[in-house]
Nanobody
Framework: QVQLVESGGGLVQAGGSLRLSCVASGRAFSSYAMAWFRQAPGKEREFVASIIWNGDRTSYADSVKGRFTISRDNAKNTVALLMTSLKPEDTAAYYC???????????????????WGQGTQVTVSS
């Protein structure tokens, strides 16, 4: 069983940057696909970014492409999301997700992931 703990959220002005981190407990982290999703009040949870098990492929939602970067360190059981040029519409609770999979394609919907963190709030002021 994998447990995920996110950190790094907070309040930032538009145009600023934040770095979210997710630490995974349990074994075989390097065999997990990892992703970040976000959910704003009254909206459905949406895909933000994903990275395959060995870090060789990343995918991004169109709304964050060019501004956000996902990365992982399998030696430290961590995945990070660097968010730059933040906009008020990026305000949401951000969730780390994990699914044991060696698939090299995109896993871009919440139902593809079994394990979830508790979320960290990101608020971008205008």
């Amino acid at each position: 069983q994998v447990q995920l703990v996110e950190s790094g959220g907070g309040l930032v002005q538009a145009g600023g940057s934040l770095r979210l981190s997710c630490v995974a407990s349990g074994r075989a982290f390097s065999s997990y696909a990892m992703a970040w999703f976000r959910q704003a009040p009254g909206k459905e949870r949406e895909f933000v970014a994903s990275i395959i098990w060995n870090g060789d492929r990343t995918s991004y939602a169109d709304s964050v492409k060019g501004r956000f970067t996902i990365s992982r360190d399998n030696a430290k059981n961590t995945v990070a999301l660097l968010m730059t040029s933040l906009k008020p519409e990026d305000t949401a609770a951000y969730y780390c997700a994990a699914q044991q999979s060696l698939y090299t394609g995109l896993l871009g919907t919440p139902d593809k992931y079994r394990h979830w963190g508790q979320g960290t709030q990101v608020t971008v002021s205008s």
